[in-house]
């Protein structure tokens, strides 16, 4: 009997020890397969879907997002795609609804630089970039040329071969005026290779570094 119940309590401890290895790697594996596919959601509307369809879809996905950051608050990936589907949500927005959405795009971002200071591979400093590019300055918003433009020389530090950094920064530098600069990152836009985790975005942005290499 005795030597039953020491088997038992070893069976029991070691149940126990496996469910608490398990718990947090369950936990991680769990967000992970939800990111993944709001990800892929994400590809899916910003490039496969028409104009009329896509504020609904990314509306839908802001909201999932928000579940997900509110879940795993800690979570830099999870924070970087947030403020990602937040700022496509705002492209599609007008007036104080694009302003709201893309001003909590930048502070979700922020938050997720505190954690990763390398942005996801550079992905929020290209989002921050095009956001300070976009949005209008004071007193009606929080644009800035000069962080915007900081913004992507780090992206560019970190990526500097990636078609999202060096498409926003080239239509940055054109807007400023500044065609020769604007020129090469177009060029390199449009030589760059897309990466295996954003294949049809980046194809999608390669197409338009090409419209604007013609345009220049």
């Not at 970087?80 to 007036?95: F, K």
């Not at 942005?119 to 949005?135: F, H, K, P, Q």
């Amino acid at each position: 009997m005795k030597h039953y119940r020491s088997l038992r309590r070893c069976v029991l401890t070691s149940s126990l020890l496996v469910g608490l290895v398990l718990t947090p790697l369950s936990v991680a594996m769990a967000y992970e397969n939800a990111l993944f596919s709001l990800k892929n959601r994400w590809e899916n509307s910003t490039t496969q879907l028409a104009e009329t369809q896509r504020r609904e879809a990314l509306k839908a996905l802001a909201d999932e997002m928000e579940v997900l950051a509110e879940q795993h608050p800690d979570e830099a990936d999870v924070l970087i795609w947030q403020g990602i589907v937040l700022a496509s949500y705002a492209r599609e927005q007008s007036g104080l609804g694009a302003l709201g959405s893309a001003g909590d795009a930048r502070d979700v971002l922020e938050r997720a630089l505190e954690l990763d200071p390398e942005g996801g591979n550079g992905s929020a400093y290209v989002t921050l970039g095009a956001l300070y590019d976009r949005a209008p300055g004071w007193p009606l918003g929080f644009g800035d040329d000069e962080t915007a433009e900081s913004m992507f020389q780090r992206a560019l530090e970190i990526r500097p071969d990636g078609i999202d950094v060096n498409y926003y920064y080239a239509t940055y530098l054109e807007e400023a005026g500044e065609l020769q600069a604007a020129r090469r990152h177009a060029e390199r836009a449009a030589n760059g290779n897309a990466r295996d985790s954003r294949q049809a975005s980046d194809e999608a942005l390669r197409q338009q570094a090409q419209t604007l290499q013609r345009r220049l």
